[in-house]
């Protein structure tokens, strides 16, 4: 949180530009009118957040003005003696703005009365000018199980049918700020329409931050502020010295209307920060920031203790054009301990927030049936075959044709050879696929390791089936030959049958030996088990231990959740990681402080600030090999593409499975449309790799067919359809005069850049595409503009 901001403005002439560094300031938006719903209860007592009388604990959660991010919100709970609405459930309700003004930024708090995953939800916002457009907002479940979703404001369960009863899932409340376009006056918002409960959006509260200066006034110059300087836990080797990262946002608060070259910055302007316990390594670099928008860069700083910061704005010259005091400085933990507030703060590396595109693997016993109905996950077959244990199962039909009523699982393990595993062969692939990193299942729910499991269980590839450790091989080779792709493990926290987990099992996951689907009587072996007291101490921890400190991931993709000693184990995964030099990442089905989230077969509708990483198989609904899934049917170098560019824009990383053979082939099909894939990012990947989602929005329209990627130096337009004699782009983007644009797939026009022009009245551009060849690279229909960056 930010304590009180000073800012010290300069009003400097350099060149011709005057420039003022103003606060970011923010004002509540009064609901009380709006108020529809209960939230929060004393002991469940009238609060109906879900339309199940479930509630948050209103002892909980804080109360008065409460500022998160730098805003100030005021929320709707009082001194716990609570009582009445406290709430919005949107259905279509008009929100009048007090009077009409032009916006730089929206704010609310809220929550999906859900406990899915992401869901799109659309406001629609008028100006005085008597347009309308529509903004969407991708909303998070106030919880959900047994996966992780944690917002700005937690509480460790809900109360239950109007009762004291406690359902024992964290709840939240999450953040969402929001670019307003500011060519004219917000004068009202309709709020997402109704839908049933357990889809509906609550809001909390909403602040706004208008535009500066208001509209009346003559421009004359720059107007800043500074958004937000972060301390993170994001480091980089400089020299001798480890320097973190602080990630400062500015925004430029005049409205679009005012864009010129001389209301924008439009050569480098560095950042610094120092202060008592702060000093800069390496300063950030501005080259580009128009009215309306926002743009983020890091600082290297050595930070040695707590203290109050000041970012220091320099302009071309050096001359210092503003200074903003009253940052919190906070060093990286220099030991990180199990409390879970303080690994509440680790964050995905700048590695992994760069790097966008992983593949990942699902490989292991399932391979061999490698057979499931179509739209069905393959590497699921061993608990589908026991559910339900009849003929009206297919797996079950499947199983009896295919191998006879005598076999069972475990028969398998000797039939997944991994015989054609060459892990050398596949790290070439990841890389010649474009991937910047690649997660290995090393334990599936079937509990079968694919890593030396030394002597908590021997039911692995290390003790059965191939006797290698096809984790070390492959982790060994990308070390040797592609030493820049990262190496992540996916790990599964539960597992179906083991009969250590049955003392811990849920749902789907009861632990406990199967019973014979053709012979009741019989429980299946659970092969290699070794004689262990608790799953979560001798087995569980150990292998996620290992995985670390032996073969030194860099991502833990744990699986399911559940229970777990995941506090305990991210304290030494990170100390570990610390000491070793490394930067490490875990999702959020660790059962505990996540740092990424990981829609699964799902993409998201709008820019989601947390970090996320969409997976899913190139399979249309399978991670394991599904022979039953004709080639034709995999994602080509289209749906890759597209999917890669668009997940990018808002924020997430696409992580993307391959299921190999038994005998450790990714078989050709798969490997050539990820070379397929690839070829595209060869030409185009500056509009991928080490990009940021664009503060304005991620696309063009609702359902545009434009996406919007930046950099320091650049601001890319991904087209997702093939553009005839120009590209309109019906949006303001931040380029300016002098500015050139290069088409990345023809490396004529890296020669000649293309002829652009902006409308007089719109500012939209128009590129002339006359001299193009627009051919699909790879077969990829997808085509990257560059614009670059010339300072005056
Ligand atoms: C809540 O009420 C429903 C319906 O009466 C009941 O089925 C359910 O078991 C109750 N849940 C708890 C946790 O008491
Ligand atoms: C979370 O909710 C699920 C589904 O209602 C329930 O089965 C589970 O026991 C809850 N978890 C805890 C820790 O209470
Ligand atoms: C804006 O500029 C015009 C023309 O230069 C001037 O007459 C007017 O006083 C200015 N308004 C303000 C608020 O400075
Ligand atoms: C800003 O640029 C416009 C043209 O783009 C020019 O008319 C105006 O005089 C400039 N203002 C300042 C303060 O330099
Ligand atoms: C790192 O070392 C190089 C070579 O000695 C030097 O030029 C550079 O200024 C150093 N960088 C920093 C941030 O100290
Ligand atoms: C902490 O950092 C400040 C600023 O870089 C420096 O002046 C001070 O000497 C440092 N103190 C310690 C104890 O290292
Ligand atoms: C930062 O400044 C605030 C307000 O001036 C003060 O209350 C706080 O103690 C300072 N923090 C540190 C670590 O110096
Ligand atoms: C194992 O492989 C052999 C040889 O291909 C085959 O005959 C047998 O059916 C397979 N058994 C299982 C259980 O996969
Ligand atoms: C493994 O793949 C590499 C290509 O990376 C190839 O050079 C090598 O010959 C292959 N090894 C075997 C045993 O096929
Ligand atoms: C496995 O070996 C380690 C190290 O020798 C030992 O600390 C641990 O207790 C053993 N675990 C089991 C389950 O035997
Ligand atoms: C790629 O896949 C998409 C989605 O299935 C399909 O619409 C498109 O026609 C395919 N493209 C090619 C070139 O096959
Ligand atoms: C966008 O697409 C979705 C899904 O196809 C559709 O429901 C929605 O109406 C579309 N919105 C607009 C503005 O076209």
Redesign the pocket.
Known sequence: MRSLQVVFVALNFSGVLAVSLVPFTSTAVSLTDLFNNQAASVSGSGGNFDG??SSYDVTLLPTGVWTYDGISYELPWDDGTHGGNDNVVTQSQALTLPEPTTLHEIHMLYALDSTQVDTAKTFVFHFADQSAEEIQMSAKAWWQWPEINLGVINTPYSF??Q?S?K?LNATSIFQWSASVPSRSALESITLPPDTEPGSRLHIFAISITPSAPSSSENVTGLILSIRRAQFSTRWAQVNETRAQAVQVTLANLLPISALSANTSINSPYTIEISGPTVSTVVSGTIKRLVPSDQVSVDVLVITNGTSNATVTIKDEQGTVVGLSGGWPAMPIPAEWTADPELLGTHETPTWYNQAKYGIFVHWGVYSVPAWAPEGTYAEWYNWDLHNPPNSGNPFYVHQLDTYGPSVVYDDFIANFTASKFNASAWVDLFDSAGAKYFVLVTKHHDGFALFDTGNTTHRGSVYMGPQRDLLAELFHAAKEKKPWLHRGTYYSMPEWFSPDYAPYGFSEWPGGLARNVFYPSELEPYTGRLNISDYLADLQLPHMLTLAETYETEIMWCDIGGPNRTPEFAAQFYNNAMAKGLQVAINNRCGAVPDFFTPEYQTLAAIQTQKWETNEGMDPFSYGLNSNTNASQYKNATTIIQTLVDVVSKNGNYLLDVGPTAEGEIIAPMANNLLAAGEWLGSSGGCVYNTSYWFKGAQDSVNGTLRFLTTPDTFCIVSLVQPSQTLSVNTQIPILLGDEIVYLGDSNTEVSPLAWSTDPNTGYLTVDLNNVRLNPIGGAEAWAFQVRYKAR
């Open positions: 199940s009388g239950v049918n009762t009863v359902n």
